[in-house]
Structure formats: C-alpha cells, structure tokens
C-alpha cells in the first residue's frame, strides 16, 4: 500500500474517532447546567417544566405587545424569549398560506398565530415543539456521549431477581390456563416485569433510572445521583419502584362536573396551574367526594402530554392488586383490543360496579394521571362471568401497547428479590474520577518520558502512537455507549503500559538489525516483519483473558475487561500501522539515514558476527 | 546484541525450580495458618459500607464502637487515604447469610447512623444466591481462559510449550494467590480480575520467548537446546524487562492514585507482574528445554535400539555446547545430524499439518 494511501486510512480513522467522540466533548464539556437537566429528566417531568416554561414565554411576549406592538421582535424579545421569532418564522415556513410580515414586529407574529384564546395556544405549542426538538437533540447526544459509571457519578444500582418461588407458581398459574410452552410463559413473565418496571420509571422526577434486563433473569436497575451537591443519594427510589402494589386505580367519571369544569377553565386558562395534588382547585367549588385529574395522552415522543382535565368521583373502585394480566389482541375486525384479568376480589367489586353503572365512563389512573377513559358496556359481563374485562377503543399500536403496560404495572406479579445493590455517594465519586484522570496523566507521563529517554527519537514515534492509541481507545469506547468505572479506568491505564511492548518488541528487533550492520530501512523492514507475529501471538492470549473476562465477568469487571480488549486492538493498529507510516514517512520523504533508538554507539567490528544467523 | 554476553539462565534450573514450589508451599501453608482466604461479599454475601470519619478516629477506636452492635465480627478497614482525597474513609464488612439482605442493610445503616460517629457515603451488598452464582462464575471464567489459552498455544506451538506455559501460568497465580492468603487480602471479584489480567500478561511475556526459541531452533547452527534457551531468554531480557517497567509505571499510578479495591487491584498486579516476569525468563522457558530433552531422549532411544548412530550424536552435542566463559562465539556449522533433528521436527510438523488440512478437505 502507498504512503498516501495509509496515510488516508489514518486520516479517515481520526476523522470517525472525532465524530464517536463529538457527543461526549459536548455533554461534558459544553452543555449548560440547564441543556444536562433537561436531558436527564423524565418524560412527565420534561412535559410539565415545557408546558410551564412556553405558558411563561408567551405571557411575557404579551406583555410586550402590550407595551409596542411595533416593536421589532429581534430588538425587544429578552435572552429566554428569542427563540420565539425562529419558532414564528419557521411556522410561516410550513405553513405557506399564511402571509408573510413586511417586519417581524410583535404585533406581527402574535397575528400569525391568530390573537384569541387559540391563538395563543397554537403559539404555545409551537414554541414546545421547538424546545422539545432540541432537548431531542441533547437526549440523543446525551445517550450517545460515554457514560459514567456508579463509582465515578455516584447514585444508586440494584440487582434483582423474580422471588423464584412466586415466579414458578405464577409460571404454573398462567400455564394452566393457556396453551403455550413453559419457556414461552416464563419469558412472557420476565418480559412483563421489565415493561412493569418500566413503566413505573416515570414517577422519579429529576433523573431517569435505567433497567437493563438480563438472559438469566436478573435485572438490574440503575439510578443516577439525583442531587450532585448534596452528595445524598435517594435510597427510596429502588425501594419505591420494586414495591408490589403501585398506584393504578380506576374511578367513575362524573361527567356533568366534567363539563362545567371545562368551561370554567376555558375562560381562566391559568387557573389550571393551581391544580394541588389532592385534585382540588383554588377558588373553585366541587361537590363532595369529588377530584380533578388531569387526562394524559402520549405523543410520537412517548411524552405525556396533558389533553384537559377530568372530574372524578374519588372513591376507588379497583386497584392494581386486583389486576392480574393484561395483554392485547386484535378483535374480528383488526382493532385492538385491551383484555385483563382480575382476582376474586376484584371480580366481585366489578360485578357490582358493572351491574350499578351501566354507561358509564370509567377512568384508568396510574399516578395522579387520567389515562384512559373508556365506557362501561351494557353486556360486558355477559357469561356472568366478571373475573376480566375487555377496554374497546380505535386503539393505535403505540396507544394499546401503552395501555396494556400501564394496566401491568399496577402491581408486579412477583415480588423482586435483591441479589446486589450499590449505593455512591457523590462526592466519593467526585473524588474518584478525579484520582483516576490524574492517574491516567502520571501513568501517561512516566511512560512517555521513559520511551524518550530509552529510545530516543524512535521513542518519540512510539509516543505518538500511544497517544493515538488512548485517542482511539476512548472514542471507541464512547461510540460502544459504554460506561466508564474506575476499573476501566484502571483498563486504560494498563493499556498505556503495556500496548508499548508492541514498540519494545519492534525496537528491540531493529537494534538487533541495525547491530548486524543493516541500514536504517532494512533494519525497520526487518525488525517490523520479524516482530509482526510475536505481537499478534502475545495480544491474542492476553485478549483471550480479556474477551472472557467481558462476557463472563460482572459490573466493574466488564468495564475493565472491556477496556483492555479495545486498548489491544487500538495498540496494535497504532504501533503496526501508524507507527510504521511514520517510520517509512521519515526514511522515504525526510531522507533520514540514520535511527537514534539507543544510546550506544554501533561499532563496526560487530559486522563480523552477522554469521551467527538472522537473530 | 550479538555482542552481549549470554546469560546462562538454564544453569540453575533446578535452584529455581525448587525456590519457587517452597515459596509456593510456604505461602500455601501460611494462607491455612491464618484461616483460609478473606473472602469479600462477592464470595460470601454480606454488606459493605464505605464511610467517611473525622480526623480522629482510627481503625481500632471504629472497630470497637461499631464491632458490638453486630452479633458476627465486623471488618474495619482504612481505605488509604492518598493526598488526592480530602477525606478518611474506611470501609466495613459486615458478613451475614441472611436471605433478605437488603432488609439486612437497612437495619445495620440504621444502627450504624445511630451512633453518630462516621458519615455512610456508600455500599454494597451481595445476597447469598448471588455469591454462590458469582463463585460458580469465577469458575467457569478461570478455566475457560486457561483451556483457550492452551488451545491457542498448541495450535500455534506444540503442545509441550502450551504445557509449559500452562504450568508457568499455575506458579504465578498459585504465588499471586498465595500472598493474597497470607497477608489477608480482600479476595473479591477484582483480585478474578487481577489473576487473570497477570495470567494474560504474564503469557505475554512467555510468547515473545517461545517465539525466540522456535525461530532460533531454525536458524542457529547448534543443537544444543540449553544454548538455544539461553540465547533466546538473553536476546529478549531487554525486551521483557522493559515492557515489565513501563508496566509497573503505569501500575504505580493506578496504585498512588486510586482506593480501595481498585488499589488492591493495582497492588495485586504489581505483584503479579513481578512474579509473572520471573516466571517467563527463569521457569516457563526451562520448562520448555525439559520437556524438549525428554523428547530427543525418548526418540533417541529409539534411534539407539534400531543402529548405532545415536551415540556419535551425543558427542556432537557436546561439541558445540558453550564454554564456561559463557561467551557464545561464532559457532561453526556443527555436524549434520544435530541439524537434520531440528529440521527432522519440522518437516514432521509441517507433515502432519498437511495430513491434517487433507483431513479437513476430505470431511468437506
């Protein structure tokens, strides 16, 4: 291969290592307090600070329109309210009809969007559809950007495992009444604690936990430091999630209440916000024993968006304990449909809500959140028989799915048992990734300063190829989206130390040429050749370890594993191919004759014991 | 290099060899007489809280308070504390088989936190079906490398290197192991890690060699396989003492600069490195040139049954065997036969390769 073309390859790998790279310069290097926040929070969190923060928006733009209406937009909008004009001006964008302003003054833009009660609720959701996009773009460079692990962040991990017995009898449960095979119920049931866990992600505010669900079982449950100052971590959450009961209820829809609220509300739009936890709303009267709950939709982005606002009878009629199952199938004519399943108890309360309510709506509320409406049909016990129910509906995929994951995860049908948990405070992690990068610097130093110092310019190359070679290795490791620990930390640090054997090995090999009298391109052909497969033969054995290590070892072992693994095959690439351009680029375009690689003088006389054989 | 002395490391083979089985006994014995290894809660379930303490307390004043609230005893250790951290920290190990152990963390947090005297800044805690399945693990994972590894060596060498690698890998982990037992070291998940990263680079060190020893059989003009050792352990003592220290410089900093457990780890390589290049210049090498002597005798014996010429080669050998000064000199092109037995093993080799791949052929 030509050096032009090598050279390419090099360039081409920089390029892609700066690209793998890209999200984690920016998550950690340039992104604001803000942009992280947003980032990590959860879906509901997310959509409540959206729509508080674009209904802050468009009041201040009012007030400003009130003030000068002929004011340009670019001169008067403040730092947080700019983005308003980009919003307006890409609505005229897509909406071709709407006629475009001689200026972008706020009379203008407020007429684009129409000035009533609409109006301004068509500006509002412009303007989150735009901020969510971005935070889109976060998330997504967020996700894409190197993690850090437990011991480096601080936070909270769990372990977890179905309590086998309860997880055989409930196998055996759903065995007896269907027909499908033992391994098909149980990953059935696995699949549907994940889904229940998952789906009970949302409650937890500021930080989103991650689960990772495992081949064996095991399922593992990571929680982020919630509150990076106070170096505490939240041991609640993990309890909160694996708890058996969860807060699905369904309650009667008191529709007459329904219509006066809604009324109401369109007069005050902001009254809403005053909406308390208990359901009560200030300064509005509602007849005893009666709630407001807001109904939740999700959108494209899986985000809850708020639709209007429920009245409901609080008493609750069922609970998720009584929910055993819920799945979906399709009926005769290719809609879904949500079937589930309900215990004794559950079945004896239905019969009687069924038989005394006929027509009604009946409200499905996971957390404070309406999210499902659906009307009690007059024969739906028909067969006498209320142990389940069907809910009916023009479900959509994404809508039925949801639903039937909402139903799930009223309860966990087994309880967990934790097989390991982890818990890092803030600070100890803070301290940590601290040492750990000035580990790396030291370790890094020492080594480069030693090759210099042994071996001269040669070791200088050598240099630049480890650097390369920790470039590399940290990009790959980015692009993979894996976590770092403090033992992969350890990792890199290793690999500094021992991806430059490949240039020892070489070195060691060139000398020995250039002693036998070989100028300085023999003796790098040579010595390059003649190393080539005691390289790939000393990394395979140690990649073997490190390959095993990865899949069988656990946690900060992987981490480790992993590290080192990469770290090999990033040394060899370096030190066989970077190493050597460099070395081809010196003797060929430079006209270099001679390598300073040691300090001792070549004495001819040694010619004479080439004989010995090419050693 | 040529002008280098030839160190005669086979020479004292036997010195060696029995050094290391009584360090390798003596640590054994020690690691019994102080109660079998310590294993941590990845291998015997339990909780282990990391806190932080004010500037005045210690390890025994911690142990005291906190060792009566619990029925079994509990461990203190200081995490050494490096100018990097700002604070103590110490951590406790509290063992328990109790099957509910998160139940079990709750309430030692509690009593802990009660008294008031150190602030719990982490933990970490393994049930027991979980540490039987992580004891199965390491199992698993240590003799899956160990079989790979000889696999990968015998297809790439013969087999008597793969075994004598093999072995080398034994007398390190055993010592590595050994010193862990007897200075009551945490034996936890990372020192798997630490076994098998010293394994990996240890065997590293082992190849460069053999690879030196196969290719001087080729081309050195003497049968001699001592010299052959010899030659070739000289030829890459530069190379393996080098890449050992720009190791142990990286280890260094891991060592001064991390806590706890991955400190152990460092300090758990340091050693391994250590032990791992002694193994590959004085044992896994020496292992190889017996295991090679017992070959030629065995065929040699042979060849003596069948016709007489076995015995001039044993003269041969001794022909061109090194002078005491230890100076390999320029040796002349020594009597065919020597020659034919290395070139004999390859055209062998080369031969039952062949008859392999037609092997293969033929089941496709």
């Known amino acids: 291969m030509g050096k032009i073309s090598r050279f390419s390859i090099v360039l081409v790998s920089i390029a892609l290592a700066l690209w793998g790279l890209y999200p984690s310069i920016w998550w950690y290097f340039v992104a604001t307090d803000e942009e992280q926040s947003y980032a990590n929070m959860t879906r509901t969190t997310l959509a409540e600070e959206l729509r508080q923060a674009t209904e802050t928006d468009v009041l201040e733009f009012q007030k400003l329109s009130y003030e000068d209406k002929n004011a340009l937009a670019k001169d008067v909008l403040g730092k947080d309210q700019a983005y308003i004009l980009d919003v307006a001006k890409r609505y005229r964008e897509n909406y071709r009809d709407v006629e475009k302003p001689d200026s972008w003054t706020l009379e203008a833009i407020g007429r684009m969007f129409g000035g009533d009660e609409a109006g301004r609720e068509l500006m509002r959701e412009s303007l989150e559809d735009y901020k969510l996009e971005q935070i889109l773009v976060y998330r997504s460079r967020k996700n894409s950007a190197l993690r850090l692990g437990l011991d480096l962040n601080g936070g909270q991990s769990v372990m977890v495992r179905p309590n086998p017995d309860e997880f055989a009898a409930e196998v055996d449960e759903l065995l007896a009444e269907s027909n499908q095979g033992r391994q098909e119920i149980e990953g059935y049931l696995q699949n549907r604690i994940v889904a229940s866990l998952q789906s009970r992600i949302d409650q937890f505010g500021l930080t989103e936990p991650e689960i990772y669900s495992y081949q064996d079982g095991r399922i593992e449950i990571v929680m982020p430091s919630q509150n990076k100052v106070a170096g505490q971590t939240d041991t609640g959450v993990v309890e909160t999630l694996l708890q058996v009961k969860g807060s699905l209820e369904f309650h009667l829809v008191n529709e007459q209440e329904t219509e006066k609220l809604s009324s109401y509300l369109n007069v005050n739009p902001l009254k809403s916000r005053e909406l308390s936890e208990t359901g009560e709303l200030k300064d509005y009267k509602l007849p005893a024993g009666q709630v407001i709950r807001g109904y939740y939709e999700k959108d494209k982005y899986a985000m809850d968006r708020l639709r209007g606002y429920l009245v409901l009878e609080s008493e609750t009629l069922l609970d998720g304990e009584n929910v055993t199952n819920a799945r979906m199938d399709k009926d005769n004519v290719g809609q879904w449909e949500i079937g589930y399943n309900l215990n004794q108890d559950g079945a004896a309360k239905q019969q009687k809500i069924f038989t005394n309510n006929p027509g009604r709506l009946m409200a499905i509320v996971l957390d404070k959140r309406v999210l499902s409406y659906p009307r009690i049909s007059d024969n739906a016990g028909s067969g006498g028989s209320y142990s389940g129910g069907r809910i009916k509906g023009r479900f959509s995929d994404r809508e039925a799915t949801n639903l039937v994951n909402v139903l799930n995860s009223g309860n966990l049908p087994v309880a967990m048992d934790i097989d390991s948990q982890r818990v890092v405070g803030a600070t100890l992690g803070e301290e940590s990734i601290r040492s750990g990068l000035i580990g790396i610097a030291i370790g890094l130093l020492a080594v480069v300063l030693f090759m210099v110092f042994y071996y001269r310019s040669a070791g200088f190359i050598a240099d630049v190829a480890l650097v390369l070679n920790l470039f590399f290795l940290i990009a790959i490791l980015a692009t993979m989206n894996s976590t770092l620990t403090l033992t992969g930390i350890a990792g890199i640090i290793l690999t500094i130390g021992m991806s430059v054997d490949a240039n020892v090995i070489i070195y060691e090999r060139i000398k020995e040429e250039l002693f036998s009298g070989k100028s300085r391109k023999a003796a790098i052909e040579v010595g390059f050749s003649r190393a080539f497969w005691t390289i790939i033969d000393a990394n395979i054995t140690t990649g073997i370890a490190a390959i095993c290590l990865a899949l069988f070892g656990n946690g900060g072992i992987r981490g480790f594993a992993i590290t080192l693994a990469w770290g090999i095959v990033c040394s060899l690439f370096t030190v066989l191919f970077v190493a050597r351009l460099i070395f081809d680029f010196n003797t060929d375009v430079l006209k270099c004759k001679k390598l300073a690689i040691m300090w001792r003088k070549i004495s001819s006389g040694n010619n004479s014991q080439q004989s010995l054989g090419g050693v | ?364």
């Open chain 2, 1 to 364: 290099m040529t002008a280098t002395k030839i160190i005669r490391f086979t020479k004292y083979n036997k010195l060696f060899f029995s050094l290391s089985v009584a360090v390798i006994f003596s640590l054994a014995v020690l690691t019994v007489l102080r109660g079998g290894f310590n294993f941590s809660i990845d291998f015997s379930s339990g909780v282990i809280f990391t806190v932080r303490a004010d500037e005045g307390t210690d390890v025994r004043a911690l142990s005291e308070k906190i060792g009566p609230l619990f029925d079994k005893p509990v461990q203190v250790q200081s995490l050494v504390d490096s100018a990097l951290f700002n604070t103590k920290r110490y951590s406790l190990k509290l063992a328990s088989e109790q099957g509910n152990i998160a139940d079990f963390e709750k309430e030692s947090r509690k009593k802990i936190e009660a008294l008031d005297i150190v602030e719990i800044e982490g933990s970490d805690l393994v049930s027991p079906t979980q540490s039987a399945y992580l004891r199965w693990q390491t199992w698993v994972l240590t003799l899956s490398v160990l079989v790979l590894i000889l696999l990968y060596i015998w297809y790439r060498f013969q087999l008597h290197y793969a075994i004598a690698a093999i072995v080398a890998l034994l007398h390190d982990t055993l010592i590595l192991v050994g010193v862990i037992g007897t200075f009551q070291l945490d034996f936890s998940g990372t020192t798997i890690a630490a076994v098998l990263t010293v394994i990996g680079y240890s065997l590293n060190d082992t190849i460069v060699v053999f690879d030196r020893i196969r290719e001087n059989r080729m081309t050195m003009y003497t049968s001699n396989l001592q010299d052959i050792v010899d030659y070739s352990v000289t030829g890459t003592l530069s190379r393996t003492l080098i890449t050992s220290l720009t190791t142990l410089l990286a280890v260094l900093s891991i060592y001064f600069f991390a806590y706890g457990s991955v400190q152990l780890f460092a300090l758990e390589l340091i050693i391994g490195v250590t032990v791992g290049t002694y193994s590959s210049i004085y044992i896994a090498s020496a292992l190889v040139l017996f295991f090679d002597m017992r070959i030629r005798r065995g065929k040699e014996g042979l060849v003596k049954s069948g016709s007489g010429a076995g015995a001039g080669r044993s003269s041969g050998l001794k022909s061109v065997s090194l002078k005491s000064s230890g100076q390999l000199g320029i040796v002349k092109k020594a009597e065919s036969e020597p020659v034919k037995q290395s070139a004999e093993e390859i055209r062998l080799a080369t031969e039952a390769k062949r008859r392999k791949r037609e092997e293969r052929r033929k089941k496709k």
